[in-house]
């Protein structure tokens, strides 16, 4: 069995969707903010993606070393970040760093 870049690239973006629901997920287990009902501030879940999440994904996908092309390990990483709002276009980003490999 073969696959196209453009089919690796969308069962990337995939598995990257995911794992986006789980994060979404503990988000609002844990409150995306706002007061709650004992009218304590809760801001939680928007200090989990913020502080922890988004810096240990731009960790591993090697974004802060611009210097280094992005290898097929990061890729993954780089969507997971996509999909929080951080990089370019997913499919764009996986295809070019397919094409580049």
Do not use: C
């Amino acid at each position: 069995m073969s696959i196209s870049n453009e089919q690796l690239a969308n069962l990337i973006v995939g598995f990257a969707k995911s794992q986006n629901a789980i994060i979404d997920a503990l988000v609002h287990h844990l409150g995306k903010g706002g007061i709650n009902q004992s009218g304590i501030v809760n801001r939680d879940g928007a200090n989990f993606r913020s502080l922890s999440l988004i810096p240990i994904l731009e960790s591993y996908a090697h974004v802060e070393d611009g210097s280094v092309p992005p290898t097929l390990k990061d890729l993954p990483s780089r969507v997971l970040l996509q999909l929080q709002g951080v990089l370019g276009t997913a499919r764009r980003l996986f295809k070019n760093g397919l094409r580049k490999n």
